[in-house]
Nanobody, 124 residues
Framework: QVQLVESGGGLVQPGGSLRLSCTAS????????MAWYRQAPGKQRELVAK???????TYADSVKGRFLISRDTTKNTVYLQMNNLGSEDTAVYYC??????????????????WGQGTQVTVSS
C-alpha cells in the first residue's frame, strides 16, 4: 500500500502565502505523477496543479502566476507554494499521487492515491 501525509494548511490573510507538502511512503517502484486538487464548500473537486514525470507541469488558470508546484524525487514529496492568496482559494486541498508499485516488466498498471486533505482558509 501507499500512504500520503499532507501538511502546511492553515489560516492566512488575503495576500499571504502558504506552502503545502505531501510525502508518499510505502510500496513504491516509481511515481508517475503528483498533483494538488482542491474542493471548496458546495463545489466539485478541481485540479490545482500537476507535475508529470514525462510531460511537465500543468496549472489551473485561476492559480497561474501565483502558485508553484515542485517535487523532491529523493523524498517522494510534492510541494505547493501558494502566494497572493485570496478568499477564492479557500478550500480543502488534497494531494494525489499516481504510483507504479511494480517494475514495468512485472506490471504495467499504476494506481492513484489521495491524501487526507488539508484545510486552507484565506480570511482577514
Amino acid at each position: 500500500q501507499v500512504q500520503l501525509v499532507e501538511s502546511g494548511g492553515g489560516l492566512v490573510q488575503p495576500g499571504g502565502s502558504l506552502r503545502l507538502s505531501c510525502t508518499a511512503s510505502g510500496t513504491i517502484f516509481s511515481i508517475e505523477a503528483m498533483a494538488w486538487y482542491r474542493q471548496a464548500p458546495g463545489k466539485q473537486r478541481e485540479l490545482v496543479a500537476k507535475i508529470v514525470d514525462r510531460s511537465g507541469i500543468t496549472y489551473a488558470d485561476s492559480v497561474k502566476g501565483r502558485f508553484l508546484i515542485s517535487r523532491d524525487t529523493t523524498k517522494n514529496t510534492v510541494y505547493l507554494q501558494m502566494n497572493n492568496l485570496g478568499s477564492e482559494d479557500t478550500a480543502v486541498y488534497y494531494c494525489n499521487v499516481n504510483v507504479r508499485r511494480s517494475p514495468p516488466w512485472v506490471s504495467t498498471t499504476s494506481d492513484d492515491y489521495w491524501g487526507q486533505g488539508t484545510q486552507v482558509t484565506v480570511s482577514s
